[in-house]
């Protein structure tokens, strides 16, 4: 989220949006369940908020490349 809270991007399941963009990067994940990003930011404040599928718990890792 950025400064005012607004949702700048989500995803689920990486390979739904953005596949050719992020195995690009050579940061794509090996799991076609995990979730990735790609986006441009200007410099400032963000959140992420990480949350499980269907309310489920678990471990999250956010991870953040400046990418070639």
């Given at each position: 989220?950025d400064?005012?809270g607004?949702v ?9 949006a ?5 195995t ?22 963000y959140?992420?908020?990480?949350s ?10 956010v ?6």
């Amino acid at each position: 989220r950025d400064v005012n809270g607004a949702v700048i991007a989500s995803n689920d399941d990486w390979k739904s949006a953005q596949q050719a963009a992020i195995t690009a990067t050579g940061f794509a994940p090996t799991n076609d369940s995990e979730s990735a990003i790609l986006t441009t930011l200007q410099a400032g404040n963000y959140t992420a908020i990480v949350s499980g599928k269907n309310g489920a718990t678990g471990v999250g890792i956010v991870e953040i490349f400046i990418a070639p």
